[in-house]
């Protein structure tokens, strides 16, 4: 079975700061990771994934994603934040098998402020 | 229509009663999963379908609880006896077939039970 751990709950920041959200995961095979962020009252939308490659993917909005197999971990980061940002951004792994559930981590909410 | 959408939005119903939600997946994706959120914590998966044929359920899909998807297109999940416990965000996801899992999703539906 897969699990993920987000070590921060809550990550309150300025704007403009740089941030960086906390993700690891503990799988017996080899996963795939995603990172999502839902906005209040919608649904899960795909911030960045990796599959294979390069361990350092960059998504949509600025974030990027760096994957470290040693360390277990798929840390997101931003340079700089925008109030935008505000939302609830979930890591989940998904094992290497067509169709395969995603299992999310409890999730971070990211608060910028001004 | 270019997205997941799910019917209805928010269901508010008394303790004891059915309930029936509707999820619309993207035009031509074979996959569709259903996802269970409740209040600080992240999506917790419940099933799975390929077509019309439901391959995975979790243990967390106890006997009030059946989904279906006959043409292998819209999906439905039903809830009988709703307990306060079934209060959440019920999510659908789809995916196409391919090599990773990345899954779609809808807005939700939430559940409040009395």
């Known amino acids: 079975a897969q699990s993920v751990t987000q070590l921060d709950s809550q990550v309150p920041v300025f704007e403009e700061a740089p941030v960086e959200l906390r993700c690891n995961y503990s799988s017996s095979v080899s996963v795939y990771l995603f990172w999502y962020v839902q906005y209040p009252n919608q649904g899960l939308q795909l911030l960045l994934k990796y599959l294979s490659g390069s361990t350092l993917v960059k998504g949509i909005n600025g974030f990027e994603a760096e994957f470290n197999k040693s360390q277990t971990s798929f840390h997101l980061r931003k340079p700089s934040v925008h109030i935008s940002d505000t939302a609830e951004y979930f890591c989940?792994?998904?094992?290497?098998?067509?169709?395969?559930?995603?299992?999310f981590g409890e999730g971070t909410q990211l608060t910028v402020n001004p | 229509d270019t997205g997941v959408s799910q019917d209805p939005r928010h269901k508010i119903t008394k303790r004891g009663q059915n309930v029936t939600f509707r999820c619309d997946p993207i035009s031509e994706h074979n996959r569709l999963y259903w996802y269970r959120q409740t209040l600080g914590q992240g999506p917790e998966f419940l099933t799975y379908f390929q077509n019309e044929a439901q391959l995975e359920k979790s243990r967390l899909l106890s006997d009030r609880f059946s989904a279906e998807r006959p043409k292998g297109s819209f999906s439905t999940l039903e809830i009988q006896r709703t307990e306060q416990g079934d209060s959440a965000m019920y999510l659908c996801?789809?995916?196409?077939?391919?090599?990773?899992?990345?899954?779609?999703f809808g807005p939700g539906t939430r559940l409040t039970v009395l």
């Open positions: 989940a792994v998904s094992v290497k098998t067509s169709g395969s559930r995603l299992t």
């Open positions: 996801a789809s995916s196409d077939r391919g090599y990773y899992n990345e899954q779609f």
